[in-house]
């Protein structure tokens, strides 16, 4: 009869929420990672509006599938339980607001809460570009940087709760200004909204000034978007400026390496659907920085599989383990 409804346990569907700053998306997630279902919303900037809405969408889809537990990817910082959200910059969430009991008592239903980073490298880890990797890195490279470290099918999380922050190394002392309160943070360089800069910086050398791109970045109209288009395009200042953007992932994937040693880096993000462009030369760049370099093994760097909805089909998964614990089962 156990084995019965352990078989059963893990058959259900679970919801996956993708939790952002400007919208709110939920799939329903089966137990091999396949997206039946996906349901969106604008994200309400108070947060009992914010939990009203996430109930409305469990609601909507529990009208339709069985739904055993729900998942909320959430870009901010957790308590190492993942009980609690400490701070979230683009969400109402503060002051360790305990999110993951409230919405269970409001479904009715487990809940699981996890870092968005954490929840899209474990959708690599299950279904995409890092099954059985065993100490490897998820690198999230969109409008900033978060990171994974998972060793052994863990996710490593720090005393705290907050590790790894990659994103905020200082590579630059004293470099370009960093949302965080810092300066020089590798997301300042190596980031979407990076490349903008890069544009910038490279633009005040006066050699592009006949580009496309040029009138748009010296009239502050240039998108990162924008420039990753231009140098699709041929653009010869966006093809500078994605040459520094490539020199400093590189550079930063190399302190990656010196430091953890993994055996695989995963790039993800929305800056990951333009590799094409980039990651070689940052694997280059990573490969000669490296301590040793010429003389040890170099990690393999991948770009993820999952695409955006890496983050609903992770934290959907790791809601379902959460269904096991709390029924008994395995």
Not at 115 to 142: L, P
Not at 181 to 191: F, H, P, V, W
Not at 214 to 231: F, L, N, P
Not at 304 to 323: N, S, T
Request: glycine share 12%; with cysteine; proline share 4%.
């Amino acid at each position: 009869m156990a084995g019965a409804t352990r078989d059963r346990s893990s058959r259900e569907l679970t919801v996956g929420f993708d939790i952002g700053g400007t919208n709110t998306r939920a799939g329903v997630v089966t137990p091999d990672g396949e997206v039946l279902d996906v349901r969106s919303a604008h994200t309400p900037q108070d947060a009992d509006e914010l939990a009203a809405t996430i109930v409305r969408i469990v609601n909507e889809l529990r009208a339709e599938y069985d739904i055993a537990a729900v998942g909320l990817a959430i870009a901010g910082f957790l308590d190492p339980d993942c009980e609690i959200v400490r701070f979230a910059p683009h969400l109402p969430w503060r002051d360790d607001r305990p999110v993951r009991a409230e919405l269970e008592a409001a479904l009715g239903l487990p809940v699981r809460l996890e870092h968005d980073a954490n929840s899209a490298a474990w959708g690599e880890y299950r279904f995409g570009a890092a099954i059985d990797a065993e100490t490897w890195v998820f690198f999230a490279v969109g409008t900033g940087i978060g990171a994974t470290l998972m060793h052994r099918g863990e996710i490593y999380r720090g005393a705290f709760g907050t590790a790894p922050e990659f994103g905020h190394l200082t590579v630059v002392p004293g470099g370009r200004v960093c949302s965080c309160g810092k300066k020089g943070c590798l997301e300042r360089y190596a980031s979407g909204t990076s490349l903008v800069d890069c544009a910038v910086e490279k633009a005040t050398q006066g050699r592009y000034v006949d580009c496309a791109l040029y009138r748009k970045v010296v009239d502050k109209r240039a998108s990162g978007q924008d420039v990753m288009a231009a140098a699709r395009a041929g653009d010869a200042l966006g093809l500078a400026a994605l040459s520094s953007f490539a020199t400093w992932l590189g550079r930063g994937l190399s302190i990656v390496a010196d430091v953890l040693d993994p055996s695989l880096i995963v790039i993800g993000g929305g800056v990951s659907a333009d590799a094409d462009l980039f990651l070689d030369a940052a694997r280059e760049e990573m490969g000669a920085n490296i301590v040793g370099a010429g003389y040890r093994p170099v990690p393999q760097v991948l770009c993820a599989e999952l695409g955006p909805q890496a983050g609903m089909i992770g934290v959907a998964d790791l809601a379902r383990e959460r269904l096991g614990r709390a029924t008994g089962t395995c």
